[in-house]
């Protein structure tokens, strides 16, 4: 059994983080879940559940500002869809050949070494031109993200942030687009994973028992920290996360 009082710890500790950096919780819970003695497939569901109820609250918060660009959400569900079906059937294959908790934590720790080294490049490399339009990677990058939703969890602020950043000049937009298809991929992908059993409520919702006072926390927190040295700090914290779930993966 995993410790509860425990998740909810992690979970604050990881809500004031995000509060503070803006990079998505996924790359620090899923992988803290993995490490625990979770096994990955209950990892990954329950931190869609966990995600769902986060990303739609917030997402609420930004419609009811108007600050969701409809367009480039729309387009975005085209690519993530596809890649949520693609994701799915291999996910199904895999169950049926007994391998899922293995290609779950391979997927986990490969895309936080990706993700970690995109902050990574990201921090000392220029800030991207701003198109201010759907881009041509739209469609592409979605594909990605909906596919790495589904089998890590991670994907929908620590990979489309970087994007959405490259073609959109509103924060603000930029933020509540965000988060508005992160809740809809979450979701998608939670109703999935419950479907194949792979979801556990008490997990996620000690996760999000702790998460919440950890926003509030890291939002008080922010004006005297500087936000990027602590993203580098997390990008560092992430690629370890990653190497140490596949170092992880032989024990599987």
Same mark, same amino acid.
């Given at each position: 059994?995993?410790?509860?009082?425990?998740?909810?710890?992690?979970?604050?500790?990881?809500?004031?983080?995000?509060?503070?950096?803006?990079?998505?919780?996924?790359?620090?819970?899923?992988?803290?879940?993995?490490?625990?003695?979770?096994?990955?497939?209950?990892?990954?569901?329950?931190?869609?559940?966990?995600?769902?109820?986060?990303?739609?609250?917030?997402?609420?918060?930004?419609?009811?500002?108007?600050?969701?660009?409809?367009?480039? #959400?729309?387009? #975005?569900?085209?690519?993530?869809?596809?890649?949520?079906?693609?994701?799915?059937?291999?996910?199904?294959?895999? *169950?049926?050949?007994?391998?899922?908790?293995?290609?779950?934590?391979?997927?986990?720790?490969?895309?936080?070494?990706?993700?970690?080294?995109? =902050?990574?490049?990201?921090?000392?490399?220029?800030?991207?031109?701003?198109?201010?339009?759907?881009?041509?990677?739209?469609?592409?990058?979605?594909?990605?993200?909906?596919?790495?939703?589904?089998?890590?969890?991670?994907?929908?602020?620590?990979? #489309?942030?970087?994007?959405?950043?490259?073609?959109?000049?509103?924060?603000?937009?930029?933020?509540?687009?965000?988060?508005?298809?992160?809740?809809?991929?979450?979701?998608?992908?939670?109703?999935? =994973?419950?479907?194949?059993?792979?979801?556990?409520?008490?997990?996620?919702?000690?996760?999000?028992?702790?998460?919440?006072?950890?926003?509030?926390?890291?939002?008080?927190?922010?004006?005297?920290?500087?936000?990027?040295?602590? *993203?580098?700090?997390?990008?560092?914290?992430? #690629?370890?996360?990653?190497?140490?779930?596949?170092?992880?993966?032989?024990?599987?």
């Amino acid at each position: 059994m995993i410790d509860l009082l425990l998740l909810s710890t992690a979970g604050f500790v990881v809500g004031v983080l995000v509060a503070l950096s803006g990079i998505g919780g996924a790359s620090l819970t899923t992988p803290l879940l993995i490490l625990m003695g979770v096994e990955p497939r209950i990892a990954v569901g329950s931190d869609l559940l966990f995600n769902t109820v986060n990303k739609g609250l917030g997402s609420a918060l930004y419609m009811r500002r108007g600050d969701i660009d409809l367009t480039v #959400l729309k387009n #975005l569900f085209v690519g993530s869809l596809v890649g949520l079906a693609v994701s799915s059937a291999m996910i199904e294959y895999f *169950r049926e050949i007994s391998l899922l908790n293995e290609v779950i934590a391979v997927a986990v720790g490969v895309v936080l070494v990706c993700v970690s080294l995109l =902050h990574i490049y990201r921090f000392f490399g220029e800030e991207p031109e701003v198109t201010d339009g759907a881009g041509r990677g739209l469609l592409s990058t979605s594909f990605l993200v909906g596919l790495a939703i589904q089998l890590t969890s991670v994907g929908a602020g620590s990979m #489309l942030m970087p994007y959405l950043m490259k073609v959109m000049s509103s924060p603000r937009k930029m933020v509540g687009t965000d988060l508005a298809f992160g809740f809809t991929t979450s979701l998608l992908g939670c109703l999935f =994973h419950m479907s194949i059993g792979g979801v556990d409520p008490a997990i996620a919702g000690a996760l999000l028992m702790g998460s919440l006072p950890g926003t509030v926390v890291g939002t008080r927190l922010n004006k005297g920290i500087s936000r990027r040295s602590l *993203r580098l700090l997390l990008s560092v914290m992430i #690629l370890v996360a990653g190497v140490s779930v596949l170092v992880n993966c032989y024990r599987l």
